[in-house]
């Protein structure tokens, strides 16, 4: 299978615990993006990485939350002290880094946050 | 007002019609349209995209766009129940989302 993966699939943890998700994108692609959706709602985007570089972040993504990408392949998400609020679809996606990059989702982590 | 909006449906169509489902935008600068198709607890899917002012054609499906009104479109031509699904705009290339437009394809 040559698509992005996510890891894991589903998580529950208790509020105040500490998650970590793992993204492995599509083995071309450059550009790895994370976002979040919530039931009802498009995706809103987090934060995105071009190799091992985080670009940008969005506002959303409070001081609890930090993604890296070592190496500018896999990228991890962590959430520390989890909040009920925190309890969503995390998306990645991966793109090539082109001037209109069609990006490409993994499966997601759903978080249950109890 | 939101960055992208659509109407959150359900469009409901019978099977082998044309389903047409709208989209608009605010940001005048915005320069890639993106359509992606999500069926209920699954990922976003790619089906969609266009750049330049018009239609683009791939298959059943026909998206159009209209910078002048911000205004972008997905024709689904054909219609089949497996295509029920929400299908959701993006733009730009951090993908602002809309909320989605719920489609329901009935035999």
């Known amino acids: 299978d040559t698509g992005v993966s996510q890891d894991p699939r589903h998580k529950i943890t208790k509020r105040g615990q500490n998650v970590t998700f793992r993204c492995d994108p599509i083995?071309?692609?450059?550009?790895l993006y994370w976002y979040r959706q919530t039931l009802g709602q498009g995706p809103e985007f987090l934060t995105y990485f071009q190799n091992e570089a985080q670009l940008e972040k969005s506002r959303l993504l409070s001081d609890r939350f930090s993604a890296e990408r070592p190496k500018g392949s896999f990228s991890t998400l962590e959430i520390q002290r989890t909040e009920q609020g925190d309890s969503a679809m995390y998306l990645c996606a991966s793109s090539l880094d082109q001037p209109y990059n069609e990006q490409f989702f993994g499966p997601g982590t759903r978080l249950t946050v109890l | 007002q939101k960055e992208v909006e659509q109407n959150s449906g359900p469009l409901s169509v019978p099977e082998g019609a044309i389903a047409s489902l709208n989209c608009t935008y605010s940001?005048?600068?915005?320069?890639?349209f993106f359509w992606y198709r999500q069926y209920s607890g699954k990922s976003p899917e790619l089906i969609m995209f266009i750049y330049s002012n018009g239609d683009k054609e791939d298959g059943r499906f026909t998206a159009q766009l209209n910078k002048a009104s911000q205004y972008v479109s997905l024709l689904i031509r054909d219609s089949q129940p497996s295509d029920s699904a929400t299908y959701l705009c993006a733009v730009n290339s951090k993908l602002i989302f809309g909320a989605g437009t719920r489609l329901a394809v009935h035999p």
């Open positions: 083995s071309e692609h450059n550009r």
């Open positions: 940001d005048r600068g915005s320069q890639s």
